[in-house]
């Protein structure tokens, strides 16, 4: 995107998908349970002072209306252009448009997307196009009419508009519309599908503190996560990949963009805060007031920003990891050394993970010293929890089922980052050698005759190919 | 009104022969013809049933249309005759169904032991198992032995993985060994005319033979869920060096440790 186009956002109509027949369905985002958590009045605002839930549908719309805001990291699709000329004729309007230095103007086009000036935020259909002279022939012009020097988008929202359809046909009823991983499916499942709401991923290639990458989720749709009930969608095209990709990544932002904005006011703001503060209620009102009108359309530039660079910084090669040596070579010598590391006090994975790896460390019987992050009750039950407040357990490293995936970068990565958002930590101060030597062997557990054999590989049966019937 | 009934079953035989010759140009017929061999013997046997259900059909038909034509044409003081009782007539129609079905079990017998009697498989199937399918709620997880090696009914260290994409070479017989995870599942490919199901413990041996190089559809026959509608795959048929390319491919990527090809002697710790 141009300069120019930066920290403006753009409206997405859906009338165009919706009367191609994609009414199928008709939902709204839900507002995190942090948000309902709040006052009203920090929920609602006043006129002249948005509370949190205006303040994320301003820049993020509903399902039906989704918003771009192009100063987030997503490919909301569409070619940057400038108004060039505006002729008007009799059966609508033309224009001309002139592409922003570097983008080709598309060979068909749908509709446009203004973006700055009188027009900004308006779309209008496209009726007759050429690609050639980038002229186009608008269904109206809008009332507030564009002029020439206007920023505008062609095709804007397109691959949002798109994984917007193809994210409700196939994840939503897991997922959840908002992201919230609460679809009608989800409570059948274990483990739960993940809510994106806090921006966190769990099988990422980047740094135990950098996001997740547009890698990281397009190679979880393409492979599933096996031993959950995530499928794979390797037969989907690519595009339609990248279009979902960029969706979860509009959620997850959504989300913690959100769950920022709460985090401004839960402390003196929440519902439960109200109760042990002393002052009448309307002076608290007017104090939330001055505090929404003041403070918080600067603190919300911040977190759109902060969120805007960090998930720009995901995919960059810095938030890789790339191991500083690669594979030790994967002997009975290395195994061994694996499983010293495995046991030592210092790394003490068998804590979580047991001392045969099957999951049932001493820490799954213990109760956490920790609470519930919605509701802040400490857990009832022992055993370890995740960042959405589900029971968490140690996988049972003798399946030889790996759910981020078994190429010995993924478990690299599973060990140096940790595994986010859930109770399995970052190990990134070991040695990467040593990293290498627990990988190899972890992927033996499963062939183990006994703890610790190093894997000599289980008695082989035949297939029953050659000897059944 | 009378004639009317004799009228509309003589109409639905005429629709029904019309049917059978009008669906294969509209479309309304197979998927394709078959791509496998045994496609061929299963098609066969799908057109013999379907003759002999057709002429059934049409002359019992006929045969109802007409009687129903004498009772409304005969004159209303005639006297009905009775069948009810007659022994010689239920020992036809009780011979000649059982005729007919003795002759299409017999007939099915060889195409049937070719598709599930082992020592009947073909020599190059019988060598050995390409793969092991696992379905699973919702998908299909394939292992492949390490290349060079015997596929074992427990994984093996060097087994490749991958989901929903089975890779075989075409015009050579091959072997897959199909298994579930959790409830049955069916391995349908409709234009291979391949369907087996998958049931729980079992280990089920499956071959064919594809004729050409191409992609195809892999979907679930067996209602096993609410996600069966999405168990689909693809089946990709290619030579059998596009294979073991294939396999190749697959290992080298299966033992990435994310260590770029560094210049020779280089440490490869880029920035
Ligand atoms: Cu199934």
Redesign the pocket.
Known sequence: MSKALRLRSLVLTSALALSAGCSDFDSAFVYSERTTNLMPEAQDGFEDAPGVKRLVDDKFGNPQQLKAWLKLPVDFGGSSATVGEIVADAGGAKVKLVAVEGVTLPESAKSLQFVSGAAAGQSVGITAWDAKTGEATLASLPEAAPVAGDACSVDGGEVLKQGRVLYMRHCSHCHGSSGDGNGPTAQYLNPRPRDYRNGVFKFTSTNDLSKVSRDDITRVLKYGIPGTYMPSFLLMEDSEIHAIVEYVRFLSIRGEYELKLVAELTGDYSVKALESRQEKRSEIVDELKKFLKEDMPGAATGAGDELAEQWTAANTEEARIIPSVPRVPDTEESRRKGRELYLSKTLNCADCHGIDGAGNGPQTMAFEDKAHPITGVKYSEPGLHDAWGNLNQPRNLQTGIFRGGRRPIDLFCRIHAGIKGSAMPSFKNTAHEDIWHIVNYVLSIQFESEPGSAGVAAAATPAPAAGAE | MKKFWALFFWFWPIVALWVCFAAPGRNWWFPSPPKSTLGHQIDGLFYLILIIVALTFVGTEAALGYVMWRGATKDASSKAWFSHGSHKLEIIWTIVPAFVLVFISLTQLDVLADIRVLSKFPDEAKKGALAEVT?R??EWRIRYPKPGTMLMTDPQPGDLYFVNELHVPAAVPTMVNLR?QD????FFAPKLRVKQD?VPGLVIPLWFEIEEAGEYELL??????W??YK?KARIVADSPKGVSDYLTRLEAEQNEDGVAEAPAGEESAEE
Do not use: I, N, R, S
């Open positions: 379905a709620q919702f579930t409830v049955q599942h069916a998958a679930c026959a067996e209602l096993c869920g996600g069966h168990m």
